[in-house]
């Protein structure tokens, strides 16, 4: 097998990955070279590096599409023999066998913390077993879910009080009090008590997947945002989730736990926070129907089994309820995206999130890569992962919102298509056509936005 990586292009110095510089304090993540692609009138020569079997190797088209490989697993697909077989492979994986062009090839080494690197290694060796010896229930193994557990932990770890970071990244798990600014503080996060009952509605707002509050709504900032701000006053409440280790409906039991006695809810969800906010909106209508299909499909120790009949109990206790549900880009039947193996599902996430300067700005792209980094070519199960594992159009979350009864909140569904044009290149929307199938809006299906729960009001805005 070759262990050259060889390319024709102009080797650049490497520049910094400043995302993971000022992001990702417990990962080390050093580029140590960059080949860059030159025109056809420019000099060019057959440029080479010889990469350590770990190190990580990114390919971008020049579309801005970022393909990440492992070079020991690229190496191994490029086989023996062809001294340009490596070169090949990069072209194939970068451009998906040729759509596109090759504009940059760099090399980086990576250090991620030891239990991290063990845990991925455990999950690929259990999987890989599992595959051969043809055991489909493998995922539910302990040491499977002990193993994804610690990854997912610390992939949703959120920013300790004093970092300089803080808003930049997810914050400590709760309900915030936040302003027009839409700026969460250490000091506006609430305990079980804090909220007081109010004759108003609270206006919650319920962020999605890897993303944090001030990612996912700081574009309504300002103006935007002031007259919700005039309308709600001090009632504006956001919810800190973790999306990975816990399911929609945990998240919703956290929610619940610290609304006051009568709380009335508008709730504005991007994302899986739609999920949250469903868990919510049926808890308050009486309409789940019942947890018996997890236990049909054999997923009796499932964490929304638990987490349903409580939500449940401090909902109808507390007297919540939802009368109106803003709901944009919900993965209300699921998302295809879902059902692939992680790795890959991060990489088309980091990729997507990554074309918009704001969100990325924002340092959500950046915890992406720490799950893509961790499990990078390596054998995964989305179904290992609570809070994925409920985006999945065959999971039991999905299929359970899908046969409730009819409810009223007020709920609209915006939802739209990607399109090519304006600061997206043409080739970008249609790789995302490609990995998605039919309309979608980058990561969500866009077909079955408006469906799911039935609401008796109109679906969509």
Not at 2 to 10: K, M
Not at 85 to 108: F, K, M, N, P, Y
Not at 148 to 155: D, G, L, M, R
Request: charge should be negative; charged fraction near 25%; proline fraction near 6%.
């Amino acid at each position: 097998m070759s262990e050259t990586i060889r390319f024709l292009g102009r080797r650049t110095g490497p520049r910094a990955d400043n995302d993971v510089d000022r992001l990702l304090d417990d990962v080390d993540y050093e580029v140590v070279d960059e080949i860059r692609s030159v025109s056809a009138r420019d000099a060019v020569e057959e440029v080479s590096f010889e990469p350590a079997p770990d190190d990580v190797v990114e390919i971008q088209d020049v579309d801005g599409f970022t393909t990440f490989r492992r070079a020991d697993s690229m190496l191994a697909d490029a086989g023996d023999g062809d001294a340009r077989a490596a070169e090949t492979a990069v072209h194939r994986a970068a451009t998906r066998d040729g759509l596109g062009r090759v504009a940059s090839v760099r090399r980086a080494r990576v250090s991620l913390p030891d239990d991290i690197v063990a845990a991925a290694n455990k999950i690929h060796e259990l999987l890989t077993d599992a595959a051969r010896d043809r055991l489909v229930d493998m995922v539910i193994d302990p040491a499977l879910k002990k193993a994804a557990s610690e990854i997912t932990k610390w992939v949703d770890r959120p920013a300790e009080e004093g970092d300089e970071h803080w808003h930049d990244k997810p914050k400590p798990r709760g309900i915030y009090r936040i302003g027009p600014d839409i700026r969460l503080t250490a000091s506006n996060r609430v305990e079980a008590g804090d909220l007081p009952p109010s004759r108003k509605p609270y206006l919650l707002l319920i962020h999605g997947t890897f993303s944090h509050t001030e990612a996912g709504f700081g574009g309504i900032r300002g103006v935007d945002f002031g007259r919700f701000a005039r309308a709600y006053g001090d009632r504006i409440i956001a919810l800190e989730h973790a999306t990975l280790g816990l399911t929609p409906s945990e998240n919703a039991v956290m929610a619940a736990d610290l609304l006051p006695d009568g709380a009335t809810l508008h709730i504005v969800s991007h994302s899986r926070g739609g999920l949250v906010g469903e868990a919510l909106s049926l808890a308050a209508a009486e309409a789940w129907p019942g947890t018996s299909l997890y236990e049909q499909r054999g997923q009796h120790g499932h964490p929304d089994v638990a987490a349903l009949r409580r939500l449940r109990e401090l909902v109808g206790g507390k007297g919540i309820e939802v009368t109106r549900f803003a709901r944009v880009a919900c993965p209300a039947r699921g998302t295809t995206l879902a059902s692939r193996r992680l790795d890959r599902y991060a990489s088309y996430l980091f990729n997507a999130l990554n074309m918009i300067p704001a969100v990325r700005a924002a340092g959500v792209a950046a915890v992406v890569k720490k799950l893509l980094l961790a499990l990078l070519d390596k054998r995964s199960d989305p179904r290992l992962v609570p809070g994925v594992e409920a985006m999945m159009p065959e999971s039991t979350f999905v299929a359970l919102l899908n046969t409730a009864q009819s409810i009223d909140d007020g709920m609209a569904a915006i939802s739209g298509d990607v399109e090519a044009g304006g600061i997206l290149p043409p080739l970008n929307g249609f790789r995302a056509a490609l990995s998605l199938r039919g309309d979608h809006a980058f990561v969500v299906n866009t077909t079955p936005q408006g469906r799911a729960v039935p609401h008796t009001q109109p679906p969509h805005a």
